[in-house]
C-alpha cells in the first residue's frame, strides 16, 4: 500500500498541535518537514530548533527535508533534534556520498531529492547508500504548485534505476488525487500531500489516497 506523508508546510501554523494529532488518528505514515533557507529555494520555513519542538509534540516518523544550502553544516543539528529520515538535495551537495554516509552515522536514514530538471545521472553513483529517492514532481519553496507532467516519466524512470535494490521513492508536488495516481501508477512508494491533506477533512484526504490502487 502507498505510504503518505503530509507536508507540514501546508497545514495550521497557528496551531501545529492541533494538526499533528488530526495526523496521529489518520493514515499518514511519516510526517513531511520542509527545510527552506531563502538562497536554495525562495522561502524560508523552519530550522532545527522547530523539528526539536514538534519531536515533544508527537512520536511520529518524521521525514526531514533539507532545501538548503550547505546542508552539511546541519546534518547533526536536524539528527539530534528527532529526524528519523534525512533527505538532502543532490544539487546543494558539493560531496553526495560523503554526506549521505554522515547522515547515516547519526543512525538516521538518508534521503537523495531531485528538482524537477536534474537529470537522473546525479544518481548513479549512490544508489548503493541511499535509503530513499525524492523526485520534485514541482520546483521547490512553495505550496499548492501544479504537478509537472514530465514527472511522471521521471518518475518511472527511477524506479527502473532502483531495480531490486531496497530504496523508497517519494514524489512530492502538486499531488492530488489525480496527479497521486500518476505518481503511484509510475512506481512511488511515497506520496508528500501539503495542500490536499490540509483542505477539508484532514482523516478522509488521507485516506482517499492511501485507498488508490
Known sequence: MIKVAPSLLSADFTDLK???????????????????????????TFGPDQVKQLRKVTDMYFDVHLMINEPEKYIEAFAEAG???????????????RLIHTI???????????NPATPLCMLDYVLDD???????????????????P????KIRQTKRMIGEREILLEVDGGINHQTAE????????????GSYTFHGDIRNNIKSLKEIK
Do not use: C, R, W
Not at 529526524?83 to 556520498?97: M, P, R
Open 182 to 193: 500518476l505518481a503511484i501508477h509510475a512506481g512511488a512508494d511515497i506520496l508528500v500531500a
Open 83 to 97: 529526524s528519523n529520515l534525512i533527505t538532502v538535495h543532490a544539487e546543494a551537495a558539493h560531496h553526495l556520498q
Open 104 to 114: 547515516k552515522s547519526y543512525g538516521v536514514a538518508a534521503g537523495v531529492s531531485l
Open 18 to 44: 492541533k494538526d499533528i494529532k488530526l495526523l496521529e488518528s489518520s493514515e499518514a505514515d511519516m510526517l513531511h518537514i520542509d527545510i527552506m533557507d531563502g538562497h536554495f529555494v525562495p522561502n524560508i
Open 130 to 148: 541511499v535509503d530513499l529517492i525524492l523526485i520534485m514532481s514541482v520546483n521547490p519553496g512553495y505550496g499548492g504548485q501544479k504537478f509537472i
Open 150 to 153: 514530465a514527472m511522471e516519466d
